[in-house]
């Protein structure tokens, strides 16, 4: 399989080097998981964007209230993908999901082939 359009388009706005090593995760994905691909969910982010994803679960002053609701802990101007210099990428097979399953031994493999590649993995 390919990287998919809606995955590269996203793709396109993202580091160069970025860029070419996802698409090489998504081909070592593919080969350790036939019939499965990672889909790009996440790529270039604007400065509001980051801003509402930080404040779920928290006040305007980024109190937490809620940490179930917290999907990051990077307020704005302090996220990598505010720079084109990160992408979160979910295995297709659990796109359809709620929740996307955090338990499945898929995110192990993608962690490890990320590591292996240089990339950082993060939540």
Request: charged share 20%; proline share 6%.
């Amino acid at each position: 399989m390919a990287i998919d359009y809606i995955s590269q388009s996203r793709l396109d706005f993202v580091h160069p080097i970025l860029d070419a090593i996802v698409g090489l995760l998504v081909l070592d994905y593919e080969a350790q998981e036939p019939g499965d691909t990672l889909i790009v969910v996440q790529a270039l982010r604007s400065w509001s964007d980051q801003e509402k994803l930080w404040l779920q679960g928290r006040n305007g002053a980024g109190v937490i209230l809620d940490a179930g609701k917290v999907v990051t802990d990077a307020p704005p101007g302090h996220s990598w993908h505010e720079f084109g210099l990160a992408v979160d990428v979910v295995p297709k097979s659990l796109i359809g999901i709620r929740g996307w399953q955090p338990e499945s031994p898929l995110w192990k493999i993608i962690s490890n082939l990320a590591l292996c590649r240089g990339l950082a993995c993060g939540s």
